[in-house]
């Protein structure tokens, strides 16, 4: 079956430090994959879409990679800040027909000063 | 520009008791509309999916429904709550055929 795997544990880092976050996925061939943010009591909010055909996507301090040979992703925060602390997710659709999206565990960032 | 909204906020009900999530959304038309499921420390679970009025598309079995009355509106219900039932809900929507995903602000429900 299809699988979103993220770091379950909680990624501690320190102010002005750059945070990579990982997501891997299994059984998939997706033509995107997003990035979402998650505050506590609230709703993902969409950050970032990173097609099959780009490595890399840049945002401001963000930036993600996608390797579809390794069916991973990877999500940068540079110059951190505490602000940045919420948990991420990333998120595939299911398939090329479907408007479906799947959504990772969520890997929660911590950034203290 | 589009805004979703989803009630109540915060809700406790007693095991065996109705269920009813309403979601709307406002400023587009034929959106798809999701209800998503967050329990504890856990994952976002899509529970339904809907392309229209009246089309919905359940994504595992489980003790709740969903029905879509209106274009835009969208309800969560449940004739009788689990414990399991717990969690946070979220109705999103995306533009058909679109990539991202808006989402509501969420209700907390706590079955005792």
């Known amino acids: 079956s299809q699988k979103i795997e993220q770091n379950s544990e909680a990624l501690n880092i320190q102010e002005g430090k750059t945070a990579t976050l990982t997501c891997n996925y299994t059984?998939?061939?997706?033509?995107?994959l997003q990035w979402y943010r998650q505050d506590p009591g609230r709703g993902p909010v969409f950050l970032l879409l990173i097609r099959e055909n780009e490595k890399e996507k840049r945002k401001e301090r963000l930036k993600v990679t996608f390797d579809t040979t390794l069916k991973q992703s990877l999500f940068h925060i540079t110059a951190s800040q505490p602000a940045d602390s919420a948990t991420y997710l990333c998120?595939?659709?299911?398939?090329?027909?479907?408007?479906?999206?799947?959504f990772g565990t969520g890997t929660r960032l911590q950034v203290f000063p | 520009s589009q805004t979703i909204h989803q009630w109540p906020a915060t809700l406790v009900q007693p095991v065996g008791s109705p269920l009813s999530l309403e979601c709307t959304v406002e400023g587009t038309s034929n959106p798809n509309l999701y209800w998503y499921r967050q329990a504890a420390g856990r994952g976002l679970q899509l529970l339904f999916y809907s392309v229209g009025i009246g089309q919905i598309s359940s994504e595992v079995p489980q003790n709740l429904s969903a029905s879509r009355p209106q274009d835009r509106q969208f309800i969560l219900s449940s004739k009788k709550l689990l414990l399991s039932d717990s969690g946070f809900y979220l109705c999103?929507?995306?533009?058909?055929?679109?990539?991202?995903?808006?989402f509501g602000e969420g209700s907390w429900l706590t079955v005792v």
């Open positions: 998120a595939l659709k299911r398939s090329y027909n479907t408007d479906k999206l799947i």
């Open positions: 999103a929507w995306s533009i058909r055929g679109g990539n991202t995903i808006y």
């Open positions: 059984n998939y061939s997706p033509a995107y």
